[in-house]
């Protein structure tokens, strides 16, 4: 069997200011040297302006830093009318690669009817777009709409045989939790790439709102950090990063498909992983 090398790619949103577009074309232009697999480009929870935020995002990375660029699309919002223009759209722009998402239910807003499930617009996409590779989110945790492991797994299983390519876990802290998965997924038949996502944690504000608003449980050694660190910003801020370097090196040996790093539009951060791992995964960009 012919061994291959993980990957490493990265997740950038798009701003809601024009202070956070300078400091996103700042970070892009630094993430131009690293040789990424890809970059994910977010989408809101609703469709309002997707194209204009999401789509002429991604079109700014694929012009101007010449890597693979995935966009991602919720489907709850959508119809297929809709789809198939944005598909044609992406196609035009040489951009080939969707991650198909329900999306939350927004309060206020009526779903449309189209795609209940992302596995509807995974097998629309691919209906479409046979040649598209269509990636799909999953939570080494349990989502948090699911009653159980069991019926999770069932739901991803259901995802993959729509025809999705590969697997995007949401953030996570502690990798027993992602061997886990992997195991169940295995077992389950579901033989895709998993990609591992990683977010550094490097504030103290960033850390709550992950304990309150994510299902990713946070490990005693991390918590410990958080404690010693929560009056010296500058000191948890590296040892988030050491901790996510450590996280990434574990997942690597362990043989991961590969990793998928959310930046939170920080150039420095992602940065500072890339120079401590880029050897991992064999390489060659240059983080100055």
């Known amino acids: 069997m012919t061994e291959t090398n993980p990957t490493?790619?990265?997740?950038?949103?798009?701003?809601?200011s024009q202070v956070g577009v300078d400091n996103l074309t700042d970070t892009l232009d630094q993430l131009k040297g690293l040789n990424p697999s890809f970059i994910s480009v977010t989408a809101s929870n609703h469709k309002l302006n997707y194209e204009e935020t999401t789509i002429n995002l991604a079109k700014y990375v694929k012009d101007n830093l010449h890597c693979h660029t995935m966009v991602h699309m919720p489907a709850a919002y959508v119809?297929?009318?809709e789809v198939r223009s944005i598909l044609n759209r992406l196609e035009?722009?040489?951009i080939h690669q969707v991650l198909a998402l329900r999306g939350d239910i927004v309060e206020g807003y009526v779903p449309e009817k189209d795609f209940k499930y992302a596995s509807d617009l995974t097998?629309?996409?691919k209906q479409e777009k046979p040649?598209?590779?269509?990636s799909g989110a999953c939570y080494p945790e349990v989502h948090p709409d699911s009653k159980n492991r069991i019926d999770d797994i069932k739901h991803l299983k259901n995802k993959v045989d729509s025809g999705c390519d590969q697997l995007i876990t949401q953030l996570f802290y502690d990798n027993e939790q992602f061997y886990r998965f992997q195991e169940e997924c295995a077992i389950a038949d579901i033989n895709v790439p998993i990609l591992a996502g990683i977010m550094p944690i490097v504030n103290r504000k960033q850390a709550l709102h992950v304990i309150e608003n994510c299902?990713?449980?946070?490990?005693k050694k991390f918590i410990n950090i958080l404690d010693k660190y929560k009056d010296n910003p500058v000191s948890l801020k590296e040892a988030g990063i050491a901790y996510a370097v450590d996280q990434i090196v574990d997942l690597v040996t362990n043989d991961v498909s590969g990793v998928h790093l959310y930046t939170m539009n920080k150039a420095d951060t992602a940065?500072?992983?890339?120079?401590?791992?880029a050897s991992l995964f064999h390489l060659d960009g240059v983080a100055e």
């Open 8 to 16: 490493l790619s990265f997740e950038v949103f798009p701003p809601n």
């Open 215 to 219: 299902a990713a449980r946070l490990p």
């Open 271 to 277: 940065k500072h992983i890339f120079k401590n791992t």
């Open 79 to 81: 119809t297929k009318t």
């Open 123 to 125: 097998q629309f996409i």
């Open 92 to 94: 035009k722009m040489n």
């Open 131 to 134: 040649d598209f590779t269509v």
